[in-house]
């Protein structure tokens, strides 16, 4: 006689294994689950767009979405191209300036930001400017934009970027925005706000976070597959590894259902993964 | 007030007060009208050498038509304020206008990629640039519309970002903590697009403002294109919804798809096809300089534009994209 909960437990294994996800759908979902409900967050385009309204159709049904250029509280009807353009107020709670959302960051009132750049340091410290000199550079990035101000004054900076040795640099050629500096101390000392700074690092290979006594990257769980030297041959200095590293838990079949379905259909992003 | 550090960027522009007091003493404040044309309007109000800032965001709410006009009429060392400066500065940087920058945001076109063109004038050498933040311009110009020589903020500090800036590490004097002191931003002149304005300047914005009312402010000569010239009764019923002030407005067009091929809130959507054909022409030096002779200096004007890019068909397929709220990919 076939006992009917092994079946079921079968049955269920069956469809996990199912459940296939690349790294950029993996990535956009444990940025989601970070964003706690109830709180605010400043987002661009792309990936951190993509998880913020993941975050918001799944667990943080109260998450305030805001954009720099004046945007905030938007029922996000696709995902905007620009951080300006009218999907960013669509519906919204406040259609204002870039002066007031910045105040917003400055006065203390936004929990988390995502930023990404051509270069992050251990200190979670990021080049979006130059390559080479800055007179003359080899490589013209954009430029700050908002990312300097955001990890200036949002409390917590969260990025999602691809994971390799030639952007995990000791140091950066410039230092756009702010992470922690030199170390312990530095922001402080510099006159950034206490208490703010960066807070996670999500990559295709990893989740990093940062030691609380030497404010460097501290590898805090590997995704499904991935090994300690893949993290490794990926990354151009030398990471901190907490005590017990834990495994990344994959997409939930709702949470890919949502991601593919309503937030982006056309697979703008997660079609880069 | 101690200077504790200072960037090594040039200050491209007067921070003053005293002198931009001067300057704004003897701006006109009759209720009078400014309706001219988009070529006026850059021959008259634009000369070689002034500071630019340009309104809205990129590729949002950007007045296209003056910015083609000034390649059209060849203007030369141009400063810019670099604030979140996509399409306007691709522009811009295509007709070889600009020879300085305060960069905020430049080169990138944000979610759609970088502008070639626009980078090899970084990579060339040429373009004498100061570092700043988005925010950074945005209170630089607040701290010129409030009439002060600064405005402190807290952003900036330790980085490579201030060290190639023109701020100063200042201490504060209540708390004595270190705050960055961003100079005020008075350009020359401000050109913006609106949805609706009057014959004297007075304007109504739907949706955000991005940094407009500041720049206005801080604003020398303000050039405003509009979507809709409308009475000014219609401006007495609703004072509330006056962005921009008929005072801080020197010359007033009506520009119907004056944003395109960016996004206007509640007209239409952004061309990204278009876009991506800009991006792409660029690859190429010689094939990016056919794609101006057709596109801008073979044109007499805006309408013109428009008319190669698919005309009112192609407008309202845009409109249909903004109004209807279809996904981009759904065109």
């Known amino acids: 006689m076939v006992n009917p909960g092994a079946e079921a437990g079968k049955a269920a294994e069956a469809a996990k294994a199912a459940v296939r996800y690349n790294s950029m759908e993996l990535m956009i979902c444990l940025a989601a689950r970070c964003l706690e409900d109830g709180s605010t967050v400043v987002v661009g385009t792309g990936a951190p767009c993509a998880a913020a309204m993941l975050a918001q159709k799944t667990c943080s049904p109260n998450l305030m979405i805001m954009f720099e250029a004046g945007g905030a509280g938007p029922l996000l009807p696709s995902m905007p191209i620009s951080v300006g353009d009218s999907r960013t107020f669509y519906h919204g709670l406040f259609a204002g300036s870039m002066g007031e959302i910045m105040d917003a960051c400055q006065r203390g009132m936004v929990d988390c930001t995502f930023l990404g750049g051509a270069q992050i340091d251990p200190y979670g410290n990021i080049n979006s400017t130059v390559i080479g000199p800055h007179a003359k550079p080899k490589v013209r990035f954009p430029g700050s934009g908002g990312a300097n101000d955001l990890a200036s004054l949002c409390w917590r900076t969260m990025m999602i970027t691809p994971q390799d040795a030639k952007r995990f640099v000791p140091k950066c050629d410039f230092v756009t925005s702010p992470g922690y500096l030199t170390g312990p101390g530095a922001r402080e000392a510099a006159g950034l706000p206490p208490g703010t700074g960066p807070y996670k690092v999500i990559t295709q290979l990893a989740v990093i976070g940062f030691d609380e006594a030497t404010k460097r990257m501290k590898v805090e769980g590997l995704h499904p597959g991935v090994t300690r030297e893949d993290v490794i041959k990926n990354t151009g200095f030398e990471l901190l590894w907490a005590e017990e590293v834990s495994t990344s838990e994959p997409p939930r079949e709702e949470e890919l259902r949502i991601l593919r379905e309503q937030v982006d259909p056309y697979r703008y992003i997660i079609g880069r993964g | ?331």
Not at chain 2, 101 to 128: I, T
């Open chain 2, 1 to 331: 007030m101690e200077v504790k550090q200072q960037g090594e960027g040039r200050l491209f522009t007067d921070p003053d007060a005293n002198r931009a007091r001067e300057y704004f003493r003897t701006k006109p404040r009759a209720l009078k009208s400014k309706l001219t044309t988009v070529s006026e309007a850059v021959a008259n109000l634009i000369h070689d050498g002034d500071y630019v800032a340009v309104g809205g965001f990129g590729t949002n709410r950007i007045p296209t038509a003056l910015l083609h006009e000034i390649v059209r009429q060849k203007k030369k060392n141009l400063g810019l304020s670099g604030h979140t400066a996509t399409h306007d500065f691709q522009i811009l940087a295509a007709g070889g206008c600009i020879d300085r920058c305060d960069v905020a945001y430049v080169v990138g076109l944000e979610a759609r990629g970088l502008s070639r063109n626009s980078r090899r004038l970084f990579e060339s050498g040429q373009l004498e640039v100061t570092e700043w933040t988005n925010a950074a311009l945005a209170w630089r110009y607040r701290a010129a519309a409030m009439g002060v020589p600064f405005i402190p903020a807290r952003s900036m500090l330790g980085t490579d970002t201030f060290k190639k800036s023109a701020a100063k590490e200042i201490e504060c004097p209540f708390t004595g903590e270190t705050l960055v002191a961003l100079p005020a931003l008075y350009p020359d002149v401000a050109l913006v697009h609106v949805h609706r304005a009057d014959a004297y300047g007075n304007c109504q914005v739907d949706g955000i403002m991005v940094a407009d009312q500041e720049l206005t402010r801080a604003a020398k000569k303000v050039i405003v294109t509009c979507e809709r010239l409308i009475p000014n009764e219609e401006i007495r019923r609703q004072p509330e919804k006056t962005a921009i002030t008929y005072f801080t407005v020197d010359a007033v067009i009506e520009v119907p798809f004056g944003s395109y091929p960016g996004n206007m809130a509640g007209e239409y959507f952004s061309d990204e096809e278009h876009i991506r054909e800009w991006l792409s022409a660029e690859e190429d030096p010689q094939t990016f300089r056919a794609f101006l002779d057709k596109y801008i200096y073979g044109t007499k004007d805006f309408q013109e534009y428009l008319g190669l890019c698919g005309g009112l068909a192609r407008m309202q397929k845009l409109r249909a994209l903004e109004l209807l709220s279809i996904p981009k990919g759904g065109e």
